[in-house]
């Protein structure tokens, strides 16, 4: 653990230079400049320092308010890396339903991090624990982790996370504690990764706007991880860009899928999704006439997508055979896809 270091460098601020390096800042490599997040995302798991006043940030759930932070953590070449931040919570259902950390947003120095080399997108969103059984709250986590990792390797059109062990310090209190979490790539990395740009689109997409070949994609991987917790009209739980005229929609939150499983989940009986295992088809019902090329692309990627959860250990077997069934069941019956008894997109066409 890094804590015993980490409170010494807020109890002594000066011991440890904001953002400390090996190397001075001209010493550093040319552009393109790598991110926080690249510095981070060296290995599987990463352990970090997050310090803040956790009791006054939480204690109304409803707030925007940003709160003062020091994060902290090792890089790959072992130097220590620490930054002054801002916290502030984020989300809509789990940051009120919470019993537990709410989900986070990261907010970095612009500033501090181009002094360092590093590009300024100084934005991520920090996934947590979230409930309070910790058994229970690790595994809904991981599961989480694996969806964005899983969808990552079917589309570079994608948000890229890290996993983190993180060692939590309330400055007011001095209590620690450690949990999991992961973090999500900034919004604007992301565009700048796949060459896209902001759209106007905000909460409707006009229908010959949308990137069809891309929605289908996005479509049958939320049907693989039978989530529903998802809309294209009005949008939900997709983020919105531009590439060469076209709206291009990219998944988040997936803790509502049957992959997942997390106890607060719901069904949808509209949707005839009741049962344990059941997936529904949330994207085009005409789609389903044309679904080679993107059946195609899943299929290619089936043994990569096992070997992502076989390999990911820090889940239990159980899990994680149970996770690799799920998935099979979802490619052997790739013949009868399952669509909704009602059109759930009559409003939405041309």
């Known amino acids: 653990m890094l804590t015993r270091k980490f409170i010494l460098a807020i109890s002594f601020p000066w011991l440890i230079q904001s953002g400390s390096l090996a190397a001075n800042t001209s010493e550093l490599s040319p552009t393109p400049a790598k991110s926080i997040f690249e510095l981070l995302n060296y290995q599987e798991i990463l352990e970090v320092d997050l310090a803040f006043d956790i009791k006054n940030l ?76 910790e058994a229970v709250a690790k595994k809904i986590l991981l599961k989480e982790y694996l969806a964005y ?58 229908p010959h706007r949308l990137d069809r070949a891309q929605f289908k994609t996005v479509a049958l991987f939320q049907y693989m991880i039978g989530n529903i917790d998802w809309k294209i009209s009005p949008v939900r739980n997709l ?28 069904g949808s009986k509209k949707l005839n999704v009741v049962r344990k295992g059941d997936r529904a088809f949330l994207g085009f019902k005409e789609d389903l006439d044309d679904m080679e090329a993107t059946t195609q692309l899943f299929k290619q990627h089936k043994k990569s997508i096992i070997e992502i959860v076989q390999h990911f250990k820090v889940l239990d077997r ?32 041309e």
């Not at 983020?239 to 499983?261: H, M, Q, T």
Request: net charge positive.
């Open 58 to 133: 939480i204690a109304d759930r409803h707030s925007e308010k940003a709160t003062k932070a020091v994060f902290a953590f090792r890089d790959q070449d072992n130097n220590l890396r620490k930054w002054d931040i801002k916290v502030s919570m984020r989300g809509n259902y789990r940051r009120t339903h919470c019993t537990a950390m709410p989900p986070l947003r990261l907010d970095f120095k612009k500033k501090e991090l181009s002094a360092h080399g590093l590009s300024e997108f100084d934005d991520m969103k920090l996934v947590t624990q979230c409930i309070k059984d």
């Open 149 to 206: 990792k899983i969808y990552h390797q079917i589309t570079e059109k994608s948000f890229r996370v890290q996993l983190l062990k993180i060692n939590y310090t309330d400055i007011q209190s001095g209590r620690t504690s450690i949990e999991y979490g992961f973090l999500i790539e900034d919004t604007a990395e992301m565009r700048a990764r796949i060459g896209a740009k902001k759209t106007d689109a905000a909460f409707y997409i006009s």
């Open 239 to 266: 983020k919105l860009v531009e590439i060469n005229g076209k709206v291009v929609v990219i998944p988040y939150d997936f803790d509502f899928s049957e992959l997942v499983a997390a106890p607060y989940r719901t």
């Open 318 to 349: 159980e899990e994680r055979n149970g996770l690799k069934d799920y998935i099979d069941s979802f490619y052997d019956g790739l013949s009868d896809i399952q669509v909704p008894p009602v059109d759930i997109h009559a409003s939405y066409r």
